[in-house]
């Protein structure tokens, strides 16, 4: 299986304080349901920062997550989160999804997270990784989908500056819209028992938290992240992706709206257990 793609926002501090909001404010509406039995044994894919690892290991303090990620910088903050919230049920360790260091039928469950939108052959990774359940175990997939913002004020100057944004990582050969796909993907890997389940974030005045924490902090954080390879992959001009910015920012206004959706999907391994 060929390596991962490079992440396309990069391991600079201020994406990893992007991280870190995206998963405060998104921990209700995408882990609410999210919870794992006592004395599971559950496999993080790209944990990352550790930003969605101390709230799944928090709401199912019974479980043991082994929980890796490929760059050493990430699993460095990771482990200072994961010592800083006092976690004991959670192995960190490095590994590559082209060669994992783990038994087939080793885990209860795998829990994947923003990560196959950044990789080439996401139905092969997740045939990998089904491999490594156990019979009747289960997975849980969450992935976002750029193609589903909508907002107020519209602007064409910033539909365009998503669109670099979007262009940048199918060239980098991932796909920041497979967020719809997560069905057929899971049931071409061979998964059962599929379901998938919109997840819509709306933020708007009456809901400031989320406008400061997922508009503002998450998603126009992220398009100007990738300004300066927009502007050197000749995708904008300085000129046009700042108006872009300008009126994403604008949507955090008292009058502006935010609307994106998540889709979370859950499938289970064929097998013997129900």
Same mark, same amino acid.
């Given at each position: !299986?060929?390596?991962?793609?490079?992440?396309?926002?990069?391991?600079?501090?201020?994406?990893?304080? @992007?991280?870190?909001?995206?998963? +405060?404010?998104?921990?209700?509406?995408?882990?609410?349901?999210?919870?794992?039995?006592?004395?599971? +044994?559950?496999? $993080?894919?790209?944990?990352?920062?550790?930003?969605?690892?101390?709230?799944?290991?928090?709401?199912?303090?019974?479980?043991?997550?082994?929980? &890796?990620?490929?760059?050493?910088?990430?699993?460095?903050?990771?482990?200072?989160?994961?010592?800083?919230?006092?976690?004991?049920?959670?192995?960190?360790?490095?590994?590559?999804?082209?060669?994992?260091? &783990?038994?087939?039928?080793?885990?209860?469950?795998?829990? =994947?997270?923003?990560?196959? $939108?950044?990789?080439?052959?996401?139905?092969? =990774?997740?045939?990998?990784?089904? +491999?490594?359940?156990?019979?009747? #175990?289960?997975?849980?997939?969450?992935?976002?989908?750029?193609?589903? /913002?909508?907002?107020?004020?519209?602007?064409?100057?910033?539909?365009?500056?998503?669109?670099?944004?979007?262009?940048?990582?199918?060239?980098? #050969?991932?796909?920041?819209?497979?967020? @719809?796909?997560?069905?057929?993907?899971? =049931? $071409?890997?061979?998964?059962?028992? =599929?379901?998938?389940?919109? @997840?819509?974030?709306?933020?708007?005045?009456?809901?400031?938290?989320? /406008?400061?924490?997922?508009?503002?902090?998450?998603?126009?954080?992220?398009?100007?992240?990738?300004?300066?390879?927009?502007?050197?992959?000749?995708?904008?001009?300085?000129?046009?992706?700042?108006?872009?910015?300008?009126?994403?920012?604008?949507?955090?206004?008292?009058?502006?709206?935010?609307?994106?959706?998540?889709?979370?999907?859950?499938?289970? !391994?064929?097998?013997?257990?129900?």
């Amino acid at each position: !299986m060929p390596s991962p793609l490079p992440y396309v926002h990069g391991y600079q501090p201020h994406e990893q304080d @992007r991280l870190a909001d995206q998963a +405060r404010t998104l921990v209700d509406l995408l882990h609410g349901d999210t919870h794992f039995p006592a004395g599971s +044994r559950v496999l $993080e894919v790209g944990c990352g920062v550790g930003a969605q690892t101390v709230t799944l290991a928090r709401r199912s303090p019974l479980a043991r997550f082994t929980s &890796f990620d490929v760059s050493h910088e990430s699993l460095a903050e990771a482990r200072r989160r994961i010592g800083q919230a006092r976690l004991g049920n959670v192995e960190l360790l490095w590994a590559d999804l082209a060669d994992l260091p &783990f038994a087939p039928a080793t885990f209860d469950h795998v829990f =994947v997270c923003f990560v196959l $939108e950044h990789l080439a052959h996401p139905v092969q =990774v997740l045939q990998t990784l089904a +491999r490594l359940l156990k019979p009747g #175990g289960r997975i849980t997939v969450i992935e976002g989908d750029h193609g589903t /913002v909508c907002f107020h004020p519209e602007g064409a100057a910033a539909r365009a500056a998503i669109a670099c944004q979007v262009e940048l990582q199918r060239r980098a #050969g991932g796909n920041a819209l497979i967020g @719809r796909t997560l069905h057929p993907l899971l =049931v $071409e890997a061979g998964f059962d028992a =599929v379901s998938v389940s919109p @997840r819509q974030v709306y933020a708007d005045a009456s809901r400031p938290g989320w /406008v400061d924490g997922f508009t503002r902090k998450t998603f126009n954080a992220m398009i100007e992240g990738v300004r300066s390879r927009a502007l050197a992959a000749g995708l904008a001009t300085a000129e046009g992706f700042d108006a872009g910015l300008h009126e994403l920012q604008r949507t955090a206004e008292g009058d502006g709206v935010f609307c994106y959706t998540f889709f979370k999907g859950v499938a289970r !391994m064929p097998g013997t257990r129900p």
